[in-house]
């Protein structure tokens, strides 16, 4: 089976509201994690990652969550505007693996 | 900013023809990557290549598929005999080392088999 997934597959939020975005993953062993966005029509964009040796990461209006006590992941994004509309995906990174994505969940930006 | 490059956009073809995608990597990374997607599904892996060689592939990546780097620039996936379950959006992607998660990817070429 899959070692990675998400909880839920729509979000909408109201523009200038925060968005948390969750993922599961299942692999102890999985040491590096990823969050892409992927814009209708294009291919997925990095945006932040984490390694299994920390527990959150900042980046530019976006925050990255480890906990590996429940083997769970976060994307938070703060001040969330239209843009932001995408469908986001968690993928896990062990060693040398390829990356494995998660099945994507979709954020709706309300205006 | 560099990007991933992937010709054509779209693809349309009868089932049992073979198909070319091209792409062309980040001229100065050294991993090269194929991934799909089903529409509304999630990117699945196809294959990795280095050094002339391909690295690691998925059990999607049978003997119908093959990866091609025929000159310092281009990167190919070859279908040799498309089936209807092979249509799905292809992505490329390259990296500058193995062991990341940051991959740069194309903007894909959506490949429908009738």
């Known amino acids: ?111 | 900013e560099p990007e991933v490059t992937q010709t054509p956009s779209h693809q349309v073809t009868q089932m049992g023809q073979e198909v070319i995608l091209r792409c062309v990597p980040i001229s100065n990374h050294l991993y090269f990557y194929w991934y799909r997607q089903i529409l509304g599904q999630k990117v699945e892996f196809l294959v990795s290549f280095y050094n002339n060689e391909i690295s690691e592939k998925s059990e999607i990546f049978d003997d119908q598929f093959s990866v091609e780097r025929p000159d310092g620039s281009n990167f190919t996936l070859k279908i040799r005999s498309t089936k209807l379950e092979d249509s799905a959006m292809y992505f490329c992607a390259s990296s500058e080392a193995l062991a990341t998660g940051k991959l740069f990817f194309g903007s894909g070429t959506q490949l429908s088999v009738l």
């Open chain 1, 1 to 111: 089976g899959e070692s990675v997934g998400l909880h839920l597959p729509t979000l909408s939020v109201q523009e200038g509201d925060n968005s948390i975005i969750n993922c599961a993953y299942s692999n102890s062993a999985s040491d590096y994690f990823i969050w892409y966005k992927q814009e209708s029509g294009k291919g997925p964009q990095f945006i932040i990652d984490i390694r299994s040796n920390m527990d959150k990461r900042q980046g530019q209006r976006v925050t990255v969550l480890l906990n590996k006590t429940v083997k769970h992941l976060s994307l938070q994004i703060a001040a969330t505007q239209p843009g932001d509309s995408a469908v986001y995906f968690c993928a896990e990174n062990s060693g040398n693996t390829p990356l494995v994505f998660g099945k994507g969940t979709r954020l709706s930006v309300i205006a």
